[in-house]
């Protein structure tokens, strides 16, 4: 079982840049495809990133290519996820969750393990 815990949420200008991070536990966290979501008020849970067990492959919704970057340390069981040039609208609670199989989806419900999220708001 892996335990979530993101931390790094906060008030931003837009163009300001903020990082997350997500620590994880359990000693098989290495082995955990990761993803990053967020949950606007009134809107449904999206995908924001994702990255494979080992780092190799890493994945983007369109909205933040460019902008976004998901990075993992195993040896920390922690993964990242910096955001440069944010605009109002990605504000939202910044979910990271993990994948036991490995890959890291786009998929929502292919992640088993969620943390408890942080608010991240950008204002105008």
């Known amino acids: 079982q892996v335990q979530l815990v993101e931390s790094g949420g906060g008030l931003v200008q837009a163009g300001g840049s903020l990082g997350l991070s997500c620590a994880g536990s359990?000693?098989?966290?290495?082995?955990?495809?990761m993803g990053w979501f967020r949950q606007a008020p009134g809107k449904e849970r999206e995908f924001v990133a994702a990255?494979?067990?080992?780092?190799?492959?890493?994945d983007y919704e369109d909205a933040v290519k460019g902008r976004f970057t998901i990075s993992r340390d195993n040896a920390k069981n922690a993964v990242y996820l910096h955001m440069n040039s944010l605009k109002p609208e990605d504000t939202a609670v910044y979910y990271c969750a993990a994948d036991y199989r490995g890959y890291g989806t786009k998929i929502l419900g292919n992640y088993d393990y969620w943390g408890q999220g942080t608010q991240v708001t950008v204002s105008s």
């Open positions: 359990g000693r098989s966290f290495s082995n955990y495809g």
């Open positions: 990255i494979s067990w080992i780092g190799g492959w890493t």
